[in-house]
């Protein structure tokens, strides 16, 4: 954590600095598990006539950080509340579709309530191709969408973090390409229609046997002046590694 690694700007300190906010003023606020502040989960997971139904229900520190303000020091913190959930996924024809929707609620409104939605589908163009060699060429294809409740509204958490919250209108896109047992090719992307912001990733999977793989990847990002994925540019990489999977 930090106002800056190397070239990567954490979320939240980049909504603190586009509201006029100097890096040289946040600090990062880590939380820790103590038995007075448990976190809760309890989940649910059903079938009903061919169709996958989950739901859940969250307690605890929330997953995206907020900005507390102390004085003239901003710190970037966890604050508490709940994730109730649900989602689905079932086949029509030859589609699988699927969605999921999650609410974040937070105490004392020291961040934003709103809901969070996500709904896709994937097929296997190899189907319609039937290429021997080809196991198959899966795609999928998701939209995510987000609306705000109840905007933050705590005097201690005067800072909105909106605009660094993934999915409040963006799509997402995968291809995953597996053939002759052994090769696999994928390239996804997710794309901000808000903020004309992007981030993709393509790569090389081979698939050594006894779940040992090797595999060489790129990732890249772009976008708008002040964009998450702007900051994250200098980032770009080429990633070799290996995979053991029990």
């Known amino acids: ?26 600090r990062s606020e880590n939380v820790s598990n103590k038995p007075e502040k448990p976190n809760i989960l309890a989940r649910e997971k059903i079938v009903v006539e061919s169709v996958d139904l989950y739901g859940g229900l969250y307690y605890g520190y929330l997953p995206g950080r907020s900005l507390r303000r102390y004085g003239s020091l901003v710190r970037s913190t966890h604050v508490r509340g709940w994730l109730p959930s649900g989602a689905f996924s079932t086949v029509l024809g030859k589609i699988e579709t699927h969605g999921e929707a999650i609410i974040n609620v937070p105490e004392k409104g020291r961040d934003d309530t709103y809901l969070n ?18 196991n198959s060429a899966k795609f999928v294809l998701e939209y995510a969408y987000e609306w705000v409740w109840f905007k933050q509204d705590h005097p201690d958490f005067p800072i909105r973090t909106n605009d660094a919250r993934p999915g409040r209108n963006s799509i997402f896109a995968l291809w995953n ?27 090389y999977e081979y698939k050594l046997g006894d779940g040992l793989s090797c595999e060489i990847s790129y990732q890249w ?26």
């Open 1 to 26: 954590a930090g106002a800056n690694l190397g070239g990567f700007t954490p979320a939240s300190i980049q909504s603190a600095t586009a509201s006029g906010i100097p890096t040289t003023t946040i």
């Open 117 to 134: 939605t996500a709904f896709g589908g994937e097929y296997d163009f190899n189907l319609l191709a039937e290429i021997e060699e080809v």
């Open 177 to 203: 390409i597996e053939f002759l047992d052994n090769h696999r090719f994928y390239y996804g992307c997710t794309f901000n229609m808000i903020r004309s912001e992007y981030a993709q990733r393509a790569g």
């Open 221 to 246: 990002f772009d976008g708008m002046l002040g964009t998450l994925s702007h900051s994250w540019h200098p980032n770009n990489m080429l990633m070799m590694q290996v995979n053991q999977k029990f």
